[in-house]
């Protein structure tokens, strides 16, 4: 009888206990503090594909300065924003592909990306009010998609110097988004 209640519980630990996605490319912070490109990172850089919060970003989703986060406690060393804290990613191009790297698949239902304002300050938290709440790249597709996601995207070719981008990952049958946030430096050539 103790067999057969614990097999239901595992079922459910596996589920929520297994990775899900992050972003390989541009090297995402929280896959960068797993290269150990960033530092004192807290729990994520041992699990950078298990930043997962409530979707629905802009409206609902993660608390202003907590977005990098997912709202998680162990990942908060992620909210930290400083002008030289993270490690940046060079962009000299409008146009590239994001690669997202998949360990768990959930039947999804968009891929967005959000960029910071043009005017934004590098030394205040990350809110709503420092990203642009339009995405500037986005993907609507109720798919269960393969373990590596390649998306091509546009920056806005305005903008220059440090910015950072997020993108989420909306999950179709649960109430959840993952979240990832990428430092770039864009110099376009």
Same mark, same amino acid.
């Given at each position: ?18 990775? +899900? ?17 960033? &530092? ?40 930290? &924003? ?68 390649? +998306?091509?995207? +546009? ?7 440090? +910015? ?26």
């Amino acid at each position: 009888m103790k067999k057969l209640l614990l097999l239901p519980l595992l079922l459910c630990y596996s589920y929520f206990a297994l990775p +899900h996605g992050y972003i390989e490319y541009p090297a995402s912070r929280a896959y960068l503090c797993k290269l150990q490109s960033n &530092q004192n990172c807290g729990a994520v850089q041992y699990e950078p594909q298990s930043v997962e919060g409530l979707k629905g970003f802009p409206l609902k989703g993660p608390a202003d300065g907590k977005i990098a986060s997912a709202n998680i406690a162990s990942f908060s060393p992620l909210d930290a &924003q400083q002008p030289f804290r993270w490690t940046r990613m060079l962009i000299e191009t409008s146009a590239f592909d994001f690669f997202w790297r998949l360990t768990a698949i959930h039947r999804t239902t968009k891929w967005e990306y959000f960029i910071t304002r043009k005017d934004w300050d590098p030394s205040k938290s990350l809110t709503r009010a420092q990203f642009e709440l339009t995405p500037f790249c986005k993907f609507e597709k109720v798919e269960m998609p393969p373990s590596l996601v390649m +998306h091509t995207c +546009h920056l806005p070719k305005d903008y220059q110097g440090y +910015h950072v981008v997020l993108g989420i990952w909306t999950i179709d049958d649960i109430a959840n988004a993952f979240y990832q946030v990428i430092d770039l430096e864009i110099d376009y050539k």
